[in-house]
């Protein structure tokens, strides 16, 4: 081999490897630098997740701190995550078998009708299995959720009447609530949307890294508590509402003294 040609191939290979070392900077300019945030963002998106405490929401009460409506905290089993292929499937129906036998007898029809368009197991993404757990079931389906990730227990809110038999307009004129996207309740009509920033609260969020499992990782917990709302009393009694008595409070400015807040 003469020395041009020699010159020539070594020219050749070092252009080369210039060529791919110039490559290899830009790929780890755009990952490091140009598209550093986004990939941050997105990393930790997977590897932490957050969560929204959502608030007690304040109890109405008549002039005598007699309860009438109030909020009360229920845990549900939900489907969390629904299976494609058929081995998966027949695993979760001896799971479901084993952990809640009579599921299907206590779906409501709709929802059983709904799941069977999807699946063989008539279970949807989202869907409740079993509302109102005790105390017991909550701690056995919560140990059993580090088992199998299919279901979870999930914490609702109920606002619930505490008086039997009140009349119509009563309860129409004390309004209704319904959950927002982070599970608060919120006011849509009646004293219950009048008095929304008084009883309504303020929701709180917590952050928390995932293993590769998906556990929990204690340790790196952060956020903050959410504030529950206030009471609101009523200047009626009980008896006196049950006679269907209209009322109207005297400041309709929510958080004011003269609106029977406590």
């Not at 041009?4 to 300019?29: D, Q």
């Not at 009140?166 to 599970?183: C, I, M, R, S, W």
């Not at 006011?187 to 556990?215: Q, R, T």
């Not at 903050?224 to 409070?249: A, C, H, M, R, Y």
Request: a positive charge.
């Amino acid at each position: 081999m003469s020395e041009t040609s020699f010159r020539k191939r070594s020219l050749y290979i070092l252009s080369f490897l210039l060529f791919w070392a110039f490559l290899a900077s830009c790929h780890v300019f755009y990952y490091s630098v140009w598209k550093k945030e986004k990939y941050l963002t997105e990393s930790r998106k997977k590897g932490w997740k957050e969560y929204h405490i959502p608030p007690l929401r304040g109890a109405l009460k008549d002039k005598n701190n007699a309860v009438i409506l109030q909020t009360r905290v229920r845990y549900d089993l939900v489907v969390t995550r629904v299976h494609s292929s058929l081995e998966a499937r027949k695993k979760r129906r001896k799971t479901l078998k084993r952990l809640y036998p009579s599921f299907l007898f206590e779906m409501p029809p709709e929802a059983l009708k709904k799941g069977l368009k999807l699946n063989p197991e008539g279970l949807y993404y989202g869907m409740t299995l079993k509302k109102d757990l005790s105390a017991d079931e909550v701690i056995f389906y919560a140990e059993q959720e580090k088992k199998e990730r299919d279901f979870t227990v999930k914490m609702a809110l109920n606002r619930e009447v505490a008086v039997k038999n009140l009349p119509e307009k009563v309860l129409q004129k004390l309004g209704a609530v319904l959950p927002d996207e982070n599970g608060c309740l919120r006011g849509v009509s009646g004293m219950e949307k009048e008095y929304e920033l008084l009883l309504g609260g303020k929701g709180g969020k917590v952050a928390v890294m995932l293993d590769k499992y998906g556990f929990w990782v204690t340790e790196t917990i952060r956020g903050t508590l959410p504030e529950n709302g206030k009471d609101l009393i009523l200047p009626v009694s009980i008896d006196e509402l049950l006679q269907g008595k209209d009322f109207s409070l005297p400041d309709k400015k929510a958080g004011g003294k003269d609106n029977g807040s406590k």
